[in-house]
Nanobody
Framework: QVQLVESGGGSVQAGGSLRLSCAAS?????MGWFRQAPGKEREGVAV???????AYADSVTGRFTVTRDNAKNILYVQMNSLKPEDTALYYC????????????????????WGQGTQVTVSS
């Protein structure tokens, strides 16, 4: 089992920045950020595997950066130039089973989930 605890959410104006953190109870090979807005399906935002490869949703590429502190088992995402459409509940997820690169943004590939942290961006 893996426990994941997110932090860092909040309310910002459009154009602002936030950094989310996810503390994991143990190491996992894959970790990522997902989000779910009201009435929408959960979607992959940014993931990072221990092989160093990242994957980003097209909507956040160039604005979000995912990093990881392996010594502390903490995953981060730096979110810049935030837009109102980034408003959602952001979840941290982790998994150990092999994932082809093209699958790493799919929520169904991940076994472990945090409770989520709310991000609200106002215009």
């Amino acid at each position: 089992q893996v426990q994941l605890v997110e932090s860092g959410g909040g309310s910002v104006q459009a154009g602002g920045s936030l950094r989310l953190s996810c503390a994991a109870s143990r190491y996992t090979y894959y970790m990522g950020w997902f989000r779910q807005a009201p009435g929408k399906e959960r979607e992959g935002v940014a993931v990072l595997a221990n092989d160093g490869r990242t994957a980003y949703a097209d909507s956040v590429t160039g604005r979000f950066t995912v990093t990881r502190d392996n010594a502390k088992n903490i995953l981060y995402v730096q979110m810049n130039s935030l837009k109102p459409e980034d408003t959602a509940l952001y979840y941290c997820a982790a998994g150990d089973s092999y994932m082809p690169l093209q699958h790493r943004l799919q929520p169904k590939e991940y076994n472990y989930w945090g409770q989520g942290t709310q991000v609200t961006v106002s215009s």
